[in-house]
């Protein structure tokens, strides 16, 4: 029997390691970067990455799995007799095309080299080459999958040694055990990352979504900050200097509050997937919610930092955060810098939501509000700010939060000729009542009640309501909108209907119910999702349609 050198696992257990006591190393270093560098077990670790493909898509590819069966069976991983047995030491040595890739899950040693060619965005399982796959799976939720075990048990070779095996679990430590409690009222999508939406009838109860209420949308564990201890680090791409700011400094300057909704670019994603399934979150109608945001203006912190006059040659002001994936990489995304340096984009650095502290699973202590912009760029638990030549190179700036084509498959997806999303269309949607719902007719009408919103700060000027599959249209009554004009409006509208139904329904018995919202560019959305339809099943803002009984 072989021992397991303590050296070999702290290797596997990194990945965890550095997220679960991430908030304290970061801050003490305040450069994720810088950190990583010095870190030579990260650097081990990197080595044994293969192919630049990162974990945002390992993890979409096994969300969409996830959809299909949650149950794990007891053979998954389990000790097979009549095979062969390995110890952690042989294993770590198979970690390129080479030597071939093998991983390890509970006792299982799995030869997956050939499982990659065959499976777009699998080449994420490769993170894990030469060591175990529970770090990384347990990161992205992917765990507690039985669709996935089935595939990797058909490259299963042999054993774990039992004694590597049992130490390595001992090792393994949850990087979502320090998450925050979440209101049960929040319907998850996923639960590690926890990503989660309310149920649409109350959304639009609100013009200004209580904090239980807001959707959460967590690509990773939350991270744990110490607002004694926060630095946000502002850094000009090439510059030496760089500026330090704590929360009380950026608490000591002039704040700002705006209302603004935050939208997800997958929100709807449940209505797209009827056409032919995508990869993500199987979002509804409510990964979007309006808040109001206090905090200091971003353009006053560079200006304030001395970092508004730089070169024509900067475009993009890029955000890093404080969340970390499993090869130690933070979240991040950018926005172009007119939008940053504007005063009119409305940019915050918000440290409050609806006039309290940020809650954890919304950014606390700080996050960016980038009003008109989708969710993404929205970056939660800010810990840098870098003014550069370039877009961020984050995964989820570079290849995700991108629309194609409906002709365009994994296959022949080029990101790098998408531009990321940053301004979203102009959306609505019918939250009370549900699809398929049965409702009252009241004096020969129906009640219908949703929101709609645009990006890039144009305002809702109309909403059209049809209850005879767009045969007759009626304009919807505005219940709630805020009176900012646009470019500068960044709030949803809220609104409701009172529709007749015709005579055909009321015998047929049922209505088919859709609406569509204009902005003030006059933009409005597609008649269906067919036409609209893209991999990643973003951008889904065709009209929105539902079918209801009709009382008798
Ligand atoms: N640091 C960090 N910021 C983030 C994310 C994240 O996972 N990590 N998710 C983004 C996405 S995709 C969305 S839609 C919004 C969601 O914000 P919310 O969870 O406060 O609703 O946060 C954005 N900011
Ligand atoms: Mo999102």
Redesign the pocket.
């Known amino acids: 029997m072989h021992t397991i050198s303590r050296r070999l696992v702290q290797k596997i257990s990194v990945p965890i390691f550095r997220t679960s006591t991430h908030a304290t190393k970061l801050i003490s270093t305040q450069n994720q970067h810088r950190y990583e560098d010095k870190d030579p077990e990260t650097k081990l670790f990197g080595k044994l990455l293969i192919g630049a493909a990162s974990a945002g898509l390992l993890a979409t590819y096994f969300d969409e799995k996830k959809k299909v069966d949650c149950k794990v069976a007891q053979t998954s991983g389990t000790f097979k007799d009549g095979l062969p047995e390995y110890t952690i030491e042989e294993v770590s040595k198979h970690n390129t095309q080479e030597s071939r890739i093998w991983v390890t899950y509970k006792e299982g040693v799995y030869d997956i080299t050939d499982f990659v060619p065959g499976h777009p965005g699998g080449d994420q399982i490769l993170m894990a080459a030469g060591s175990s796959v529970e770090p990384f799976w347990v990161l992205y939720g992917i765990h507690e999958n039985q669709h996935v075990y089935d595939i990797l048990e058909k490259y299963r070779i042999g054993n774990l040694d039992k004694h590597d095996a049992q130490t390595f679990t001992q090792n393994m430590e949850d990087p979502y055990s320090s998450d925050p409690k979440r209101h049960p009222v929040l319907k998850p999508a996923s639960v590690k ?1 926890f990503n989660a939406e309310p149920p649409p009838s109350l959304l639009v109860e609100n013009f200004i979504t209580p904090k239980e209420l ?7 564990p939350v ?1 744990n900050i110490d607002a004694e201890q926060y630095k946000l680090e502002i850094e000009i791409e090439g510059a030496k200097k760089t500026v330090s700011l704590s929360l009380d400094d950026l608490k000591k300057m002039p704040k700002k509050t705006i209302t603004a909704t ?6 709807r994603r449940s209505e797209m997937v009827k056409v032919k399934t995508v990869k993500g979150l199987n979002w509804g109608p409510a ?1 979007v ?1 309006n808040a109001t945001w206090t905090g200091v203006p971003l353009r006053d912190v560079l200006k304030n930092a001395g970092l508004d006059q730089f070169d024509d040659k900067y475009k993009h002001v890029q ?1 890093e ?3 970390v994936d499993a090869t130690g990489k ?4 950018s926005i172009p810098i007119w939008k940053a340096i504007d005063e009119r984009g409305d940019v915050l650095l918000a440290y409050e ?1 609806n006039g309290a502290p940020l809650p954890r ?3 606390y202590p700080v ?2 509000i980038v009003p008109g912009v ?9 810990a840098k700010i870098v003014i550069s030549e370039h877009e961020s190179t984050s995964h ?1 700036q570079q290849n995700d ?1 991108k629309g194609f084509s409906p002709c365009t498959d994994w296959e022949d997806a080029d990101f790098t000729k998408s531009p990321a999303i940053q301004e979203l269309p102009v959306t609505s949607a019918i939250c009370k009542p549900y699809d398929g719902d049965t409702i009252d007719v009241v004096d020969g009408k129906i009640l219908i009640k949703g929101y709609a919103w645009s990006g890039g700060g144009q305002k809702i000027v109309r909403v059209d309501v049809s209850a005879d599959g767009g045969k007759t249209w009626h304009v919807a009554n505005v219940d709630a909108q805020d009176s900012s004009e646009p470019p500068r409006h960044w709030s949803w509208t809220l609104w409701s209907a009172n529709i007749p139904v015709d005579n055909k329904s009321k015998t047929v018995g049922f209505a088919d119910i859709m609406v569509k919202a204009v902005d003030s560019c006059y933009n409005t959305q597609p008649e269906n999702f067919e036409h609209i339809w893209n991999i990643r099943g973003v951008l889904g803002n065709a009209y929105h349609k539902i079918k209801v009984n009709l009382k008798q």
């Open positions: 990352p807001f959707y959460v949308r967590n690509h990773l991270p935050i939208m997800c670019a997958g929100n990964a919610a955000f955060a404080e969340d933070n979240y991040g995304a939501m699973d919304h950014g996050r960016v989708v969710g993404a760029r929205n970056v939660k638990w800010l989820w939060y």
